[in-house]
Nanobody, 114 residues
Framework: QVQLVESGGGLVQPGGSLRLSCAASGSIFSIYRMGWYRQVPGKQRELVASITRDGSTNYADFVKGRFTISRDNAKNTMYLQMNSLKPEDTAVYYC????????WGQGTQVTVSS
């Protein structure tokens, strides 16, 4: 079992920044990839960015150049640095860990509004 806890969401003005964190615990040795997804009401959950065990990253086109995914293996924590935020980035952001199965965090709300 893997447990994931997100933090760092909140309200920010357009053009601002936020950093999300996802702390993993449990059978973390089994995780081979982690990622951030987001979802707005009425739409499917979509991939924002992912990072593999060896550090390879992948980004959705709509965040390239603005968001950066990283992980601190010593702290078992993944991060998403979000810069130049836009109102359309407003969503619930979820952390996901891929191991023997997919595990999800509870989500954290990000609201970009003036």
């Amino acid at each position: 079992q893997v447990q994931l806890v997100e933090s760092g969401g909140g309200l920010v003005q357009p053009g601002g920044s936020l950093r999300l964190s996802c702390a993993a615990s449990g059978s973390i040795f089994s995780i081979y990839r982690m990622g951030w997804y987001r979802q707005v009401p009425g739409k499917q959950r979509e991939l924002v960015a992912s990072i593999t065990r060896d550090g390879s990253t992948n980004y959705a086109d709509f965040v390239k150049g603005r968001f950066t995914i990283s992980r601190d293996n010593a702290k078992n924590t993944m991060y998403l640095q979000m810069n130049s935020l836009k109102p359309e980035d407003t969503a619930v952001y979820y952390c996901r860990a891929d191991a023997y199965r997919a595990y999800w965090g509870q989500g954290t709300q990000v609201t970009v509004s003036s």
